[in-house]
C-alpha cells in the first residue's frame, strides 16, 4: 500500500496551471466595454467567399457578437458589414470564437477613419466614452479654449508669484498682452 491512498482521487490532475486554464476561460478578456445593440450584419470569409447573415446584438469599440445560425470558425480572417438604418460600418476582422447554432464573436482589426468615426459615434450614442485620440493628445495649447488657456496661464502666474519669480506688476502687464 502506497502512502499517499489516503488523499482521494478525483480522476484529473488538480494542479495550478490546470485551475489556471478552467478559471481563467471564466474572466473577462475583452479590451473595450460592450453594449448592446440591433443591427443587421453581413460577415464574409474572403477566401471561400461564403457570406454569412446575422444581427449585431452587442458591440465594442474594438469587436462584435454576431448572432447566426452558421458561424465561421474562430480564428478566421473576415470582412464584417454592419447596417444600421441609413448607417454603414465596415471593418477588416478575425473571428475570435464561434458558437455552432448560436453566433460567433468578431475583432476589428482595421477599418478606414470614416467607419471608426461612425463606429465612435454608435459607442457615444450607447453611453460609451472614446478614449482619447493622439492628435488630441499633442494638440496642447493649440486644442485648448480661450478658458482652459486662461486657467492654466492664471495657476502658473500664481506659481510663479510664490516662489518670487513674478511681481504683481510684471502679472498685470502679462494679462494685458493676452487679452489684446
Known amino acids: 500500500m502506497s502512502s499517499d491512498s489516503a488523499e482521494p482521487r478525483t480522476g484529473t490532475p488538480e494542479n495550478s496551471s490546470t485551475r489556471r486554464a478552467v478559471y481563467g476561460r471564466n474572466q473577462e478578456r475583452r479590451r473595450s466595454q460592450r453594449f448592446p445593440f440591433n443591427a443587421d450584419a453581413e460577415v464574409l470569409e474572403p477566401q471561400s467567399g461564403t457570406k454569412i447573415r446575422g444581427r449585431v446584438t452587442d458591440i465594442s469599440l474594438s469587436g462584435c457578437y454576431v448572432d447566426t445560425l452558421n458561424p465561421l470558425l474562430a480564428s478566421t480572417p473576415a470582412q464584417i458589414r454592419i447596417v444600421r438604418g441609413t448607417q454603414v460600418f465596415e471593418a477588416q476582422a478575425k473571428v475570435t470564437y464561434c458558437k455552432l447554432g448560436m453566433g460567433m464573436g468578431l475583432a476589428f482589426l482595421s477599418t478606414q477613419a470614416e467607419h471608426k468615426k461612425l ?62
Open 119 to 180: 463606429l465612435g459615434a454608435w459607442i457615444v450614442e450607447l453611453g460609451g466614452e472614446l478614449p482619447p485620440t493622439p492628435e488630441s493628445k499633442s494638440d496642447g495649447v493649440k486644442g485648448m479654449s480661450n478658458d482652459q488657456l486662461s486657467r492654466v496661464m492664471s495657476e502658473l502666474m500664481q506659481v510663479l508669484m510664490r516662489k518670487g519669480l513674478l511681481t504683481e506688476a510684471e502679472r498685470q502687464e502679462i494679462l494685458l498682452k493676452i487679452q489684446s
